[in-house]
């Protein structure tokens, strides 16, 4: 028995051991056109209800469920039902259950349908993208109806799934290089109202609601159940015929509320951990926190990650907030996920967004990524050290030519590894290394919850000029992208996008998160260099060493001054065709003299142009690096 807030429950999930027995737990509907099977785990007796329609009317049959363990209950009900609404409902209101896997408009009934007829032309021979290592990944953090709703993108289905399917969104990302493109959530969330999409509504989706279907706002027709099925379909399908993976932003560490939720009208008190006094526990910032620890809870999230693999055919996940899930369960997705396919990608946010009452030394968060074999974190360090700290968005650091950040920017150029030139008493937030292999580190200095690259060089250096922009931009992206470890952009980076200076913009109009495609005819130079510089770090394996003695062995830093980094990656680093390659990164606002090992060396990346076969030559020794900007050169 387990106690929460004077209310014992039986805890029947500890009979749960494998991900093979929670496929039964958690089938909730089964249909065939002889029968349909409902099944719940609850500890209260209950009905299903039967309706012709998503919303309104009154149920055209009742049946009530017989318990056939003790916390297991179930009813049958011959002929074929496909077509029909469903929900449950053991007296605290109905429900389509935990793992809904179709729903009528707002996600308030489930749907009885054959998934099968939602899968498109093809789908059986659609295929994960191949990546020999997460090293090899270049992940563009995108929100397709940012992506896609403004005019200007020229797009049909803006603000729709459909989007990523057409010809001009699939060559865009194609001609930037990025080959996997992680969607922010998509399943089916709370705050948007599906039924009134005429309406000015906007939202992230970071409150979930149906954890197992897709977002019906974002399908061409709510109302049809299977449309946003078929939908997302498609657009994994298109993604992968352009050879890139779609990562899914997953979001089980909370729900939009607690009383109203599907784990709480069916398992009352079990699905969410509490604080001492009986109140929720909100290390989600949200309002309540899922409890992970729990076997349960635990085997919902390895079946819905294993579901999303197998009917949808996803190429990995982005756990939001992590650090409140707990360390076994995080392995076991891992493990489960190297069974269907190792190169399956986890990354996540290495924190919590408040105290979780559940011990920090066995909870998923960035100091314990040794722990997690084969799970990235995102390196806060190495944002941080480029552009400031997220608590305060007028303080500049390395990008706006303030000292004092080189280590931590070293620490994510080597990927957050144990490096014997990296002073860990000077970095940032970690004073231990907390990757194991650079591939668990995510290199990056933005992404959606957040100001945006621009409005935040723009609000720590007040006036600056568009010139000064863009090469503080590009420099960015461009130690991210030289960077060890797995490296990431927010999607419109390469548009120089702004988002009207907003921090959060979870919430914020299309007017602020819109991209606005005509700033590639504006900055065409920032669309190129970002192109060229991808396609510099998958040409050139030595950026992309995915084993931490490899990089020990490999990449070395160049003694310089404040403001600036240089590394070298020698002796034909992870096979490189080049035998030795310099970068120098210089934020200050005058050129400086960097000294470089003796040689004849080819520049391929200086004041803002990328040229692999070569911008030029020079001899080593004393060389100038110009003001707010990379260099690149081999010999």
């Not at 990008?399 to 950040?405: R, V, W």
């Amino acid at each position: 028995m387990i106690r929460f807030k004077n209310i014992y429950v039986t805890a029947l999930a500890v009979v749960l051991t494998n991900p093979a027995q929670a496929q039964d737990v958690f089938k909730e509907m089964s249909y065939s056109p002889e029968q349909t099977v409902f099944r719940l785990n609850s500890p209260s007796c209950g009905v299903v209800r039967i309706y012709e329609n998503g919303q309104g009317g009154n149920a055209i049959k009742v049946a009530k469920l017989k318990k056939v363990a003790p916390t297991e209950w179930t009813v049958r009900l011959k002929g074929d039902w496909k077509g029909k609404f469903y929900t449950f409902d053991i007296g605290r209101g109905e429900t389509p259950g935990t793992f809904a896997k179709a729903v009528g408009v707002n996600g308030k009934r489930g749907y009885i349908a054959d998934l099968k007829d939602t899968d498109p032309v093809g789908w059986d021979k659609d295929q994960h993208p191949k990546t020999l290592s997460p090293a090899d990944l270049v992940i563009y953090e995108m929100h397709w109806r940012d992506f896609s709703i403004d005019p200007s993108s020229g797009l049909k289905y803006r603000g729709k799934f459909l989007s990523l399917t057409e010809p001009k969104a699939i060559e865009h990302l194609k001609n930037l290089g990025i080959n996997a493109v992680h969607i922010l959530p998509s399943f089916d969330y709370a705050s948007v109202d599906e039924a009134q999409l005429d309406k000015p509504q906007y939202n992230w989706g970071y409150d979930p609601l149906n954890y197992n279907v897709p977002e019906g706002s974002y399908s061409t027709n709510p109302f049809e159940p299977t449309c946003r099925i078929k939908e997302f379909k498609l657009m994994v399908k298109a993604l992968h015929e352009a050879g890139i993976r779609v990562i899914l932003d997953v979001v089980y560490n909370h729900t939009f509320d607690l009383e109203n939720s599907n784990f709480q009208k069916t398992y009352p008190n079990y699905y969410y951990r509490y604080n001492p006094d009986g109140s929720p526990s909100n290390g989600s910032g949200c309002g309540n926190e899922t409890a992970s620890d729990q076997p349960l809870m635990r085997e919902f999230m390895l079946e819905s990650v294993k579901y999303w693999v197998d009917e949808y055919h996803i190429d990995g996940f982005r756990f939001d907030l992590m650090g409140v899930h707990d360390i076994p369960t995080m392995n076991a997705i891992r493990e489960q996920l190297n069974a269907i396919d190792p190169s399956l990608f986890i990354y996540g946010e290495g924190w919590s967004a408040g105290h979780c009452t559940y011990p920090s030394e066995m909870l998923a968060t960035k100091a314990n990524i040794p722990q997690l074999s084969g799970i990235a974190a995102f390196g806060d360090d190495m944002r941080d050290a480029l552009r400031g700290p997220f608590s305060d968005d007028t303080q500049g650091a390395f990008l706006a030519g303030y000292p004092g950040e080189e280590e931590s920017l070293k620490f994510g150029i080597v990927g957050g590894i144990d490096h014997p030139q990296v002073d860990m008493s000077k970095v940032n937030y970690d004073k231990t290394a907390w990757a194991k292999e650079p591939t668990q580190h995510i290199s990056y200095v933005s992404c959606h919850d957040d100001m945006c690259l621009v409005d935040r060089l723009k609000a720590e250096i007040p006036q600056i000029s568009t010139e000064e922009l863009i090469r503080l931009d590009e420099l960015a992206q461009t130690a991210v992208l030289t960077s060890q470890g797995v490296p990431f952009i927010l999607s419109g980076e390469e548009m120089l996008r702004d988002k009207k200076g907003v921090h959060n913009s979870f919430n914020s109009p299309d007017s602020v998160n819109h991209l606005d495609w005509n700033n590639l005819q504006r900055f065409p130079q920032v669309f190129d260099y970002y192109r060229n510089l991808i396609s510099l770090r998958k040409n050139h394996p030595a950026f992309r060493l995915a084993k931490a003695e490899l990089v020990r062995e490999h990449l070395s830093f160049l003694p310089v001054q404040k403001c600036l980094v240089a590394f070298q990656l020698s002796n034909h680093a992870g096979g490189d065709s080049w035998n030795n390659i310099i970068v120098i990164l210089n934020a200050n606002r005058e050129a400086k003299l960097v000294d470089i090992p003796q040689g004849k060396y080819t520049v391929v990346c200086c004041d803002g142009q990328i040229d692999e076969r070569g911008l030029g030559s020079v001899d080593g020794g004393k060389i100038e690096v110009d003001p707010q900007t990379a260099l690149i050169l081999h010999d």
